[in-house]
């Protein structure tokens, strides 16, 4: 897992107990550095009919508040800053979704 490529998503995964989809639908908005909480209160999910995804509430509408291991924020620190170098790459395509439309993404 050292050097992949989703190494941070992997470790938050693994050492919060956080669901595939929360940790996908995340914003950093909701990740607070300063206290080393996640608010969790959203999720990422796959429409069965149309195949697309989009951001719903957390299973049975409980939202929670996670202080995960030191280390866990530190990975996600490290996300936020590889992340930021992608936009810096990638510039205005940066958060178009498949369909060409602007999904201005602040997602993990």
Known sequence: ?????????????????????EVLGTSWCFVDFDKGT??????????KDTGKYH??????????TITPAPFVMTALRKQEVLQNSHK????????????GNDSNSKEL
């Open 1 to 21: 897992m050292t050097g992949h490529s989703l190494e941070n998503v992997y470790l938050v995964t693994l050492f919060t107990g956080m669901r595939q989809g």
């Open 38 to 47: 996640i608010f969790v209160n959203k999720q990422l999910l796959k429409d």
């Open 55 to 64: 951001l719903d509430t957390v299973k049975n509408d409980k939202a929670r």
């Open 88 to 99: 810096l790459i990638t510039g205005q395509a940066w958060g178009v979704s498949g369909d």
